[in-house]
């Protein structure tokens, strides 16, 4: 692989606007859907070598290189660009953000056409689903009949998988990472307990916050806890320990914070200035409600009409999503008949490992992809 | 073992005051202090069949039996009383709520003197060992010169570990279940989420709401988030899954609980009606700052000096105080020199196994408490 590694990737974020927007699997018709999305490389000729990259849960559209004149690389630069996992001198990678979502997509702080005021708690429930038609709106806007993959970790697995169940002639590979068929009674609670820190803050006020202070504490307080979530009880140790960022005389007195408490509410405190209160709320609920296996009666049954190949990979101390339910999707895919590769990574910086430990990850990608757009 | 296993085991609750109260491990002198205990079974006239039981974070001294009259079980019902593992025909069983604690015990909702309003944060902040303190008060008040055993799990463990280096000559042998010797990064991360919950709560009102609506929802949310630490992945899914508590039509509405998360409101709701959030804030502190290798420059110099024989016991799925944990202090009892037993115990049911999966447990601390009682 060549290319211009020295040159930064640089990418215009670009909205598009559906005026009749998507029917939702509440069966409510929701319109209209504007959506944020970013590309890196060019399609071919053919059009098959677009790459859909698909965020977590706190991810938006800018996965890769800088806005112009900007100084934030993407979520997934260490992924993404010339010679990278995802070559952008060989696919057109797109990325877009999630409905539901803060960050330029249509979501619960947008304006309601109706009221002109930003919906609240008035924006409908969303599935994972929803957002992946909202994505399939935009591939065909984008005149891509089939993707050669859609990829993504964590809530993007889940989107990948739900595009290979759905839309199982519009995608070629789905690469799902640190990922999961659906949350356990765990995971749940601890989204559970993060929407009660959101909702408990007086300012959040039913959902009804644009026009002065947001939840701020709440949504910290929420952010605080997932952190701990994402990471795991080693790499926490490794990192921080039980040194103190502050000790006081003699040491015992509240003044004296742990450094991981401190890492926590700086993390935090960060988090309030890009993530909306309710879209927290929404996109968790989504996570907590996805269950593919509900929907088809079962896990083999739902891959047994999806997409034709797949690239699973789950990392060792991830606990949030941990391997086990990996191998549980790998399993109900290689009874469906699919062609699956999977590997369970050694890593020990728990679920955050997709965004982390991209050495092997994307040496095992960048062959998946390479393999798979040779034989389109 | 005989023993009137039908009748049910009655205490009465009793206050003993130390008017000249302890000196703190920050150095203050802190008094009056008074303690809340209950006792079980009868001190034998060598008075060496004394056995403390140190309750975990949120017990109290109500840890077996019934108070007259009364319908709520001890929290350690299933371990104390006639023919059970801490046998009330053999042993004078004593519990006793802990300094910084809500139920008799002189904690932040207690009166000042000073002024005679409650402390609040004006308590000052009490350390693992001052609670130990406290207690050896109230063993001396009973005429106890050694103790059998000091026995408890979680932060009771902590004491037990606590006692054993502090007063080595006044107990025999230490029991310590589901805890640690220092708690990790990501156990201190926890308890940070949770104090935060209760602090940005504004009826917490910076600790001073004994006159009025106490912080309720920040204290059931921290309660929310440890009750999730308390279990396992493995029992949330046993108990919970992913059932619906209740479901709309469709099923896509912010109405939809999950059982689990109807399951931890419910606990937390329940917690706010016995517990202080203030007691909460000190006491999870005291937890944090917990750590014997740091007092004595290393585990092995704890030990060295400390009692002379140990059982510790551990379980599997408690990922809270992971085993790994109990083996570092195991090792470290050994290469003091010390007497140990250790057993990893098989069990489903997370750091709350030490409550909860007693048979096993039972069996090994009886013969451990007899072969002790015997040798003394």
Partial sequence: MSGN??????????????????????????????????????????????????????????????????????????????????????????????????????????????????????????????????????????????LLSVAGGSMGGMQALEWAVTYPDSI???????????????????????????????????????????????????????????????????????????RSQFGFDFADQFAVESYLEHQGGKFVDRFDANSYIYLTKAMDYYDISERFGSLQAAFAQGAPRYLVISFTSDWLYPPYQSKEMVFAMMKAGKDVSYAELASPYGHDSFLLETERQAEIIAGFLESAYEEA
Wanted: hydrophobic share 40%.
């Fill in 172 to 246: 070629a590979t789905a690469v799902v990472l640190a990922s999961t068929s659906r949350l356990s009674a765990q995971g749940i609670a601890f989204d559970a307990v993060g929407r009660n820190a959101i909702m408990s803050d007086p300012l959040w006020n039913s959902g009804d916050y644009y026009d002065r202070q947001p939840p701020a504490r709440g949504l910290a307080i929420a952010r605080m806890l997932g952190h701990i979530t994402y990471l795991s009880d080693e790499s926490m140790g490794m990192k921080f320990g039980r040194k103190l960022q502050e």
């Fill in 5 to 146: 590694r020295e040159q930064p990737l640089i990418s215009v974020p670009q909205d598009v606007r559906f005026d009749d927007g998507v029917t939702l699997d509440s069966g409510r018709a929701f319109a209209p859907v504007t959506v944020r999305y970013e590309t890196w490389g060019s399609l071919n000729r053919a059009r098959s070598n677009g790459v859909l990259i698909v965020h977590a849960f706190s991810g938006d559209a800018h996965a890769a290189g800088y806005h112009p004149g900007g100084t934030l690389a993407g979520w997934w630069d260490n992924m993404i660009g010339p010679g990278k996992a995802f070559d952008t001198e060989r696919y057109f990678v797109i990325c877009s953000n999630v409905l539901g979502g803060c960050q330029g997509t249509t979501g619960p702080g947008s304006a309601d056409p109706a009221t002109g005021r930003p919906y609240g708690l008035s924006f409908p429930v969303v599935t994972v689903n929803d957002m992946v038609k909202v994505q399939k709106r935009l591939i065909d806007h984008l005149g891509i009949q089939r």
